[in-house]
Nanobody, 116 residues
Framework: QVQLTESGGGLVQAGGSLRLSCVAS???????MGWYRQAPGKERELVAT???????NYADSVKDRFTISRGRAGNAVYLQMNSLKPEDSAVYYC???????????WGEGTLVTVSS
């Protein structure tokens, strides 16, 4: 059973930075990995994704502030979040899509809280 383990969430003041990490268990290949977030009372939304060829896609709301990257082994994904705003507060979920199976996996989420 594949597990995605997230870390790096926490409380930060507006304008600050956080770095989220996610590692996938096992030796699978991942065609895409990324981050989604869900704020209270809202639907889960895309934050950023990155393919195995390092092509990145960002939500307009985080462009120029967040940077997504993958580890060299291809089983980890990181999200560097700068210039954080209160509206970035949410539970952030790691996402991975299997290369052959195209099955999608999700982490349990890590809470990011940005105070004003």
């Amino acid at each position: 059973q594949v597990q995605l383990t997230e870390s790096g969430g926490g409380l930060v003041q507006a304008g600050g930075s956080l770095r989220l990490s996610c590692v996938a268990s096992g030796n699978g290949l991942w065609s895409a990995m990324g981050w989604y977030r869900q704020a209270p009372g809202k639907e889960r939304e895309l934050v950023a994704t990155i393919t195995m060829r390092a092509s990145a896609n960002y939500a307009d709301s985080v462009k120029d502030r967040f940077t997504i990257s993958r580890g060299r082994a291809g089983n980890a994904v990181y999200l560097q979040m700068n210039s954080l705003k209160p509206e970035d507060s949410a539970v952030y979920y790691c996402y991975a899509r299997g290369y052959r199976s195209e099955r999608e996996y999700w982490g349990e989420g890590t809470l990011v809280t940005v105070s004003s």
